[in-house]
């Protein structure tokens, strides 16, 4: 038989309420009546009922997720993320990925489920602001990513000129002076690819050193096999980099694939940084020196505005939320220690 | 505006019902018909509203799916083939994961938000049989992996006995005769580790090769440093292996970190088969053989099977519903072409 609330009030000998008031997490509640509390809860392996509790406010306890791509692991791990800090509030995320198609993304953002989701959090690649302009729906939304949009919505992201800067500097100090960016994509409204080319190239511009266009490598998408097409047709075309910053580490793991099978050694013939700092990068015969956004907090930060805007503290503002990055650097740069 | 179903119907020049009848894929409407109609929705932008053609079901046009572990590019490559398969059938899927924890896996599987979704996929690590049999959800659920459950669930395996007895087939037939099992769980119910295991030991002893126990190397799971370690604990215990079998490719990937750390060349000194046919195998410095579990069909094969539920056709049976596997052979164990 189910254990009920009345079950683990009699067991600890308090009231239902206060039962209620810890398993809601409320404030007034002193540590030890929690932990009195709590006790009785484990012993009897009580279970609170999470969809009563979200039904009670009009809720429906769910937030969904959108995503490009799960296959890109940057993204699975990101859910992960989003899974994690939703779950500390008693949320579970429905997950959509929209194969960075504008057309799924514009779906998605109109809400076509709004019925059964209580806030979106969306990561776009080709969404137009004007797609977001005829939202109808009134479920709070949140974007990752640049802000691209001049709309009331809170969007998360690192900043990706600094990123690539910080990353192009390291190559230079690593005494590289033919760097190329591997992941420009000219037909493509995407911010964070052309954001990173713009870091490429003002660092190398303050450094005094060439930007040549033929050491843009365009890429049909962002995944290992167009890493590796656009690294082949770089050095296909006679033109011979010393160092390779990437859109992503996918791109970064597919260029170092053909690099090996052209017989040039990373680093010593050509370095390579990418960004997400994906655990696939901690492995392989050259672990991988890359950008590390800090997906913990980009998922916290996410998961916190949906609720402010569920909370009713205020209309939703579009605030630019700010994650940390920070270079971590591997054999990919610095060679086998 | 909204473009209408009828907005539809008099751009076409067809009845409502026909538009209707081509929205929801209905049998009995003529190609050059679903054509006409097609062309009105394609000009007009419609979209269908799926929520409503679930409500109209008793529906909410959700299916859940559960896995252990979402940064494991196997189970996010799955999840993908499963949100294609359900969107098919309109469906989109609610995603959980587990953690391969059992407490976690009861949970999912007791149906604590059975309110909000019209099936369940759960690929359990951990879950008992006694797990399930108090679940008093009427949800319908689908199970992946093996069958350790006599329970009136479909499930969707492959023979993992057959797979791992195909993997070291291979390393015999090119030529080792020290054949590790990277994977092993002595305090786990996990059922697949066990039958890989039992595979491997059924085809060396077949071909009257040794399968010593130091050759069976334990993991505290099965990520990328689980195999490391695996594989560091069973050199420095001085056993050296001229092949090794792993649990999942992440084992295998881990594995050959070790294995190149320590100078050992592979397939040369080593060869390596992995299990899952990760999109990361095809990369890296040694592409990675590997069992290949069709995931599309075991998408497909788990969709269908809630369907069917669904439907009302029969009640669940327990049906053990087979995937196809095949050898991918790769340079771990050919070597660089």
Chains 1, 2 share one sequence.
Do not use: C
Not at 97 to 115: I, M, W, Y
Not at 184 to 204: F, K, Y
């Amino acid at each position: 038989m189910r254990v009920s609330l009345k079950d683990v009030a009699e067991h600890a000998g308090v009231s239902i309420k206060t039962v209620s008031n810890v398993v809601n997490k409320y404030q007034h509640v002193t540590p030890a009546m929690r932990a009195r509390v709590q006790e009785a809860i484990d012993e009897l392996g009580y279970r609170p009922n999470l969809t009563a509790r979200h039904l009670r406010k009009g809720r429906t306890g769910i937030i969904a997720l959108a995503v490009p791509e799960l296959g890109n692991p940057y993204f699975a791990e990101l859910a992960g993320a989003v899974i994690d800090a939703a779950a500390e509030h008693d949320f579970t995320v429905l997950l959509d990925h929209t194969r960075g198609e504008r057309e799924q993304e514009v779906l998605v953002s109109q809400g076509f489920r709004a019925r059964v989701i209580d806030g979106l959090i969306l990561s776009p690649l080709e969404l137009e602001a004007d797609d977001l302009l005829g939202r109808e729906d009134d479920v709070p939304l949140v974007l990752l990513g640049e802000r691209q949009y001049d709309l009331p919505y809170d969007h998360i992201a690192i900043d990706n000129v600094a990123a690539a800067r910080t990353a192009v500097r390291h190559l230079i100090g690593r005494g590289r002076s033919r760097i190329a960016y591997l992941g420009a994509r000219t037909d493509s409204a995407n911010r964070p690819a052309n954001l990173r080319l713009q870091g490429w190239r003002e660092e190398l511009t303050q450094a005094g050193i060439a930007a040549p266009d033929n050491l843009v490598g365009p890429v049909g998408g962002w995944n290992r096999w167009d890493g590796a097409k656009a690294m082949a047709r770089m050095l296909d075309a006679g033109v011979r980099p010393d160092a390779v910053f990437a859109y992503n580490d996918l791109v970064a793991i597919g260029a170092m694939r053909v690099l090996h099978e052209r017989g040039l050694r990373v680093p010593w013939d050509v370095a390579v940084v990418g960004f997400d700092d994906i655990a696939e990068g901690q492995f392989g015969a050259v672990t991988l020196t890359t950008v590390s956004p800090d997906k913990q907090a980009i998922a916290r930060l996410a998961v916190a505005s949906l609720l402010r805007s569920l909370e009713g503290a205020g209309e939703p503002e579009g605030r630019e939320l700010a994650a940390e990055f920070r270079l971590v650097e591997r054999e990919s740069t610095l060679g086998r220690r």
